[in-house]
């Protein structure tokens, strides 16, 4: 780079950034921006520099310090699954994701033992994002230990800027050396091709604004470039969904199992009554619980979860129903709107259809690619894992019934006036496509299923049976972590 950076070729470069923000957000391409860097190396400034070039309708920063009561009762990256941009806006971070990583890691704040999961959920976001199609830009303002003691004693020399040392930053630039070796392995750890680093010298001002103008102007060229060749390209072919040979999971399932009344009635008191009791035991002791309930319509979601949070205190859980995505969600990430419902710690979070809908639904009905759906496996597996990392138990539930039963209950629905809301014109449509369903929930279960967030499959015929299995399921893994809690 040259340096005497004219100030012409400065501003052509603010007006070609303003020109690309307009055309990502006509083609609806969302954008992160992250600066991260040593202390005192201008981010605050360079942030200021790029943003005088963009509209600010479109844009929002974000001033990521140490987390706040609620972002710490939710898992590491909660707090910024909710910040991400709708599409074709711009999101902005002044340090982001990576202080966990860096600051905090040198502050003791983040236990040498739970940072590779921690690396693993920094990947896993960017990798999600960037395959739905958001730009992520990462930017490290770099100045060596002589030039930021500089920058701090200048600062320090006013009483007006003299609040923006801290000692943390003071204590960082006394062990430049050990922090530098930390943010060298951030750096090699998390550089990818679809979110890679781009190290600025961060000395000379005017040199660095223009290293920071080039590199979100080629981000953003090479993101429009590559929407543009999707625009142009031929839809994907959908594929044939065929049944397995192989004896399916839910073709195992005996639906023949059944319940007394009053073998019912007795046992769902007793569990009603413990769910009470372990109720109060996860909130005091800060356990977070995610259960998730899919299942054929009139499979007896509802019936399950009315039983399930009958003697639980309101305040600590919240049911979710999961209906078609707003315009709002759907200008997300498709998990961005299961991630905001996630419960904080000692809270239960209940959801009546859930992200699941991704590899069912909206597969079966061609409201998502074939490459997206087959992505969403991984990127589902990697959510439930940010949530067990983060102390949650997960739970899911697969509500069985076969067709015969399933005729029986809609037809019982249609007669009784005050239950007609229930069945739905939709819920016929999908009957007529049960075996594609039964191809993709077989899909669903098998590659979904893990040991820390195992798929429950519920035999449904008889309500009775299934509304216990559900409460049996459910106080077992809480009484079982507990135990575990106390060695």
């Known amino acids: 780079m040259e340096k005497n950076v004219k100030m012409k070729d400065i501003k052509e470069m603010g007006e070609q950034l303003g020109e690309l923000q307009r055309v990502c957000r006509e083609k609806k391409i969302p954008v992160m921006i992250a600066f991260e860097g040593y202390g005192a190396a201008g981010k605050g400034l360079q942030i200021s520099n790029l943003i005088q070039a963009l509209d600010p309708r479109g844009f929002k920063v974000y001033a990521v310090k140490n987390e706040t009561e609620e972002e710490w009762m939710h898992p590491f990256m909660w707090r910024f699954w909710t910040k991400i941009p709708e599409k074709g806006r711009i999101a902005i971070f002044d340090t982001s994701w990576y202080r966990r990583v860096m ?72 062990d430049f050396k050990e922090y530098k070796a930390i943010n060298e392995e951030m750096l090699r750890k998390t550089d990818a091709d679809y979110a890679p680093w781009t190290v600025i010298n961060a000395t000379k001002k005017k040199e660095a604004k223009v290293a920071v103008y080039q590199a979100v102007i080629q981000a953003m060229k090479e993101a429009v470039a590559r929407k543009e060749l999707e625009e142009k390209g031929s ?111 000692g809270h239960i979070a209940i959801f009546d259809r859930t992200w699941y809908g991704r590899v069912m639904v ?34 899911k539930f697969w509500m069985q019934i076969d067709k015969d039963e399933q005729a029986r209950r809609f037809k019982a629905r249609q007669e009784n006036p005050k239950k007609q809301w229930k069945i739905t014109d939709e819920d016929w449509r999908n009957r007529e496509k049960w075996d594609q369903y039964e191809v993709a929930v ?7 299923s893990m040991p820390h967030a195992p798929w429950i499959v519920v035999e449904g015929n008889d309500k009775y049976y299934a509304r216990i299995k559900v409460l049996e399921c459910v106080t077992e893994a809480i009484e079982k972590r507990l135990k575990e809690e106390r060695k």
């Open 103 to 174: 600051i905090e890691r040198f502050e003791g704040k983040t236990p040498e033992k739970e940072l590779e999961k921690d690396f693993a959920s920094i990947r896993a976001f960017e990798k999600q994002l960037t395959d739905d199609g958001m730009v992520i830009i990462k930017l490290f303002l770099k100045i060596d230990r002589k030039e930021q003691k500089k920058r701090f004693e200048k600062l320090l020399a006013s009483k007006d800027t003299a609040w923006r040392v801290s000692k943390g930053d003071l204590k960082r630039n006394h």
């Open 235 to 345: 839809l994907e072919k959908k594929t044939e969904m065929k049944r397995e040979t192989a004896e399916s999971i839910l073709a195992k399932t005996d639906l023949s199992k059944s319940m007394p009344k009053e073998v019912y009635e007795e046992r769902l008191k007793e569990l009603q009554k413990k769910m009470e009791h372990l109720h109060g035991e996860l909130y005091r002791r800060r356990i977070p619980v995610v259960l998730g309930f899919e299942g054929w319509d009139a499979g007896g979601k509802g019936g399950a979860i009315k039983r399930l949070t009958s003697h639980m205190d309101p305040r600590g859980y919240v049911v979710n129903p999961t209906a078609s995505p707003s315009d709002t969600e759907k200008a997300h990430h498709y998990l961005w709107r299961f991630w905001r419902a996630m419960p904080k710690a």
């Open 362 to 395: 909206e597969r079966i009905e061609g409201f998502c690619t074939e490459k997206e759906w087959k992505r969403a496996y991984g990127e589902i597996n990697a959510m439930e894992q940010d949530l067990v990392n983060a102390g949650a138990i997960v739970l």
């Open 442 to 448: 077989e899909e669903m279960l098998e590659k979904t």
